[in-house]
Each structure stands twice: as C-alpha cells, then as structure tokens.
C-alpha cells in the first residue's frame, strides 16, 4: 500500500564495498529523488531523475551513482563505499510541480553503516 | 552558504497551546514555493502544508498554518492547539521553478509537546 518503498532498510557495509540502495514508487511521478540526512544537516539532495533512462546530479554527489531503469525503480550505487558515506538515505517521489503542487513524498528511509 | 535556515534547533510546547516554527530562506527568483514537512520518530517524513511565492494569502490546512512574509524572505509555520502527538522533527524546504522544483532543506526543528 505505501507507495514509496525501499530496500534495504538496514544494511551494514564494508569500506570499498559496493552498495546498492533501492527505491520503487507506485504514484506514477515522473522525478524521483535521493537524499542523505545526517545531524546539523537536513536532508541533502544527492542525485535525482526526472523520468526513465534520466539522472541528474544534486548538490552532493561525489562518491555516488544513480539508475533509473523505469519510471517507479531508482536506485543509488555506492561503488566504492566509505565511512564518511554512513547516514539514513531517503528516496522520494514528485510531481513536475507544474499545475501541481511539487509535493514530494518520501519513502521509510535506510540506515547505512559502513564499517 | 545555508539557503534555507531553521534557527531554533528545539522547541517545547503544553498541550494545547500555539507553537510558531521559524524559518528564513534565500532565493532571487519570482516563483517558488516553501514547504514544510514533519519527520516522525521513526524517521517518516510527512507532508503538511506548502505557501506559493505568488499567493500574498497565508495558507492553512488543519490545524498548520503560516505567516508568510515574502519581503523578508521568512516563513513560520503555525500549529495551533499543539498536541503530544504533533512530537517531531519540523523541516521546512525551498523549491523554486528554475531549480525544477528541487527540495533544498533546513536543518529542522526538533519540537517536543509536553502533555
């Protein structure tokens, strides 16, 4: 029924590793997004899509790659994860904000340790 | 440089009574729009109300309203008759149309209603 969902919701990684975040959405919304949230910070835009086969980069994204294979599935790819990169990640879903309100809508969010 | 700023990083309320969430931001466009969300404490994030840059009308939803003063680039969101349940995290984002209606985040209101 959520109509943001992502996978994992935990997971523990080990520095060089890769990781793959996974978000799938069901609201039909052309952009997705990609945040990172950690204290004194908010939550930071890290890569977003404004449709299938689409990535842009946001205001941090060294350190991070993003897929958008179709329009409900975008994911993150740590390729080569670091410590520095332990934090919630939240992917989101929006309208184009024309004729809409431009409301996002957040998916539960995953806690990323990287050991 | 902090595009949108939330300077009271707590805050504390009784059941019942008015609380006012403050937030300045930065922009030099015409057209965007201030949003505010509420982060939960297991980490959702939900969406509660939006002001226009072009509506002078401060918008209300429920019990959340805003006192928008456009001239000095500063937004408040209004709870009235606050309620334990209204606990959590208040962040209040920047959209503007040339960005395509990207979120740039506060650092958020941690906001505790005591019963």
């Known amino acids: 029924e959520a109509a ?3 996978s994992p919701r935990n997971k523990v990684a080990v520095t060089g590793g890769k990781v793959t975040l996974s978000c799938n959405q069901t609201n039909n919304h052309n952009n997705m997004y990609w ?4 204290t004194g910070h908010g939550l930071r835009l890290i890569h977003y899509s404004y449709g299938a086969g689409s990535t842009e980069k946001g205001d941090i994204p060294d350190g991070y790659k993003a897929s958008r294979p179709s329009q409900e599935n975008f994911s993150l790819i740590l390729e080569l994860a670091t410590p520095s990169q332990t934090s919630v990640y939240f992917c989101a879903s929006g309208d184009r904000g024309l004729g809409g309100l431009g409301e996002q809508y957040f998916g539960p969010g995953t806690r990323l340790t990287v050991l | 440089a902090q ?3 939330q300077v009271q990083p707590t805050g504390s309320s009784q ?4 609380v006012t969430l403050d937030c300045s931001y930065e922009t030099s466009e015409y057209f965007y729009r201030i949003f505010w969300y509420r982060q939960l404490f297991s980490g959702e994030m939900v969406f509660l109300i939006y002001q226009p840059s072009f509506d002078t009308q401060n918008q209300r ?3 959340y309203s805003v006192v928008f003063q456009k001239s000095f680039k500063s937004i408040s969101l209004v709870i009235s008759a606050s309620q334990p349940e209204d606990s959590g995290t208040y962040f209040c984002a920047l959209s503007e149309l040339i960005m395509g209606y990207k979120l740039t985040f506060g650092t958020g209101t941690s906001l505790l209603v005591d019963p």
């Open chain 1, 4 to 6: 943001v969902t992502q």
């Open chain 2, 15 to 18: 059941w019942g009574e008015e």
């Open chain 1, 35 to 38: 945040y990172r949230q950690d």
């Open chain 2, 61 to 63: 939803s429920g019990r």
């Open chain 2, 3 to 5: 595009r949108v700023t």
